[in-house]
């Protein structure tokens, strides 16, 4: 079974600087799906950046970017210019790339996030 | 396009009882899955339905259950409700492809007393 683990239940940063949330991962997988998901105080889940395994190439959304290492399973997301829209609770999260397991997603417990003036 | 909605927002009940959410996906999605989330448990996947099957299924009691219908709305019923069943209840519609994007609805807010 697949895990993934964020060890920051809390991190603080200030309005425009940068901050790196971290997640690790174990899976005997080689095709699969990583995915970062931000939760504000409305309780929607919004997908902020996803990341193909088989890409090499760290996927990057606007101020949102990855730092994705296959080898050492880990998934860290680099929130850059940071905004007080950005304070939300951010989990890291697995999918499988095998067909029937298109929805199930494998959630970390989540960082929460806060950013102060 | 509407988003996922969910019904209802809050819902309170008492242990024993047996209570059902809804969740209309987003237009063209025929994949609902359901997740739990709790202070101590985390997120977890309950089931996912496409086209009017249920397609993965996650590890809880059969307490637990959901249908679809072929409007591609869900329903997921707990019966014989216990308190540990208080939660936040987050549906997800997608494509149903394997590399099609999840997109949550606001969740019910079960509590059971």
């Known amino acids: 079974a697949q895990t993934v683990t964020q060890s920051q239940p809390e991190m603080s940063v200030q309005e425009a600087e940068t901050v790196t949330l971290s997640c690790t991962y174990d899976t005997s997988e080689s095709d699969y799906y990583l995915f970062w998901y931000k939760q504000p105080p409305s309780r929607q889940m919004i997908l902020v950046i996803r990341?193909?395994?088989?890409?090499?190439q760290n996927a990057t959304e606007n101020r949102f970017s990855v730092n994705f290492q296959k080898a050492a399973k880990s998934f860290s997301l680099k929130i850059s210019d940071s905004q007080l829209g950005d304070a939300a609770m951010y989990f890291c999260?697995?999918?499988?790339?095998?067909?029937?397991?298109?929805?199930?997603?494998?959630f970390g417990t989540g960082t929460r996030l806060q950013v102060t003036l | 396009k509407a988003g996922v909605t969910q019904t209802p927002r809050y819902l309170i009940k008492t242990r024993g009882q047996q209570v059902t959410l809804s969740c209309s996906p987003i237009?063209?999605?025929?994949?609902v899955s359901w997740y739990q989330q709790t202070p101590g448990q985390g997120l977890q996947f309950l089931f996912e339905y496409f086209s009017e099957t249920q397609r993965n299924k996650g590890n809880f009691p059969g307490r637990f259950s959901g249908r679809q219908f072929s409007n591609s709305r869900s329903e997921m019923n707990v019966s014989t409700l216990e308190l540990g069943d208080s939660a936040l209840y987050l549906c997800?519609?997608?494509?149903?492809?394997?590399?099609?994007?999840?997109?949550f609805g606001n969740g019910t807010r079960l509590t059971v007393t």
């Open positions: 990341q193909e395994a088989y890409k090499q």
């Open positions: 997800a519609s997608s494509v149903g492809q394997h590399n099609s994007p999840l997109h």
């Open positions: 237009s063209g999605h025929r994949s």
């Open positions: 999260a697995y999918r499988s790339a095998g067909t029937g397991t298109a929805s199930k997603l494998t």
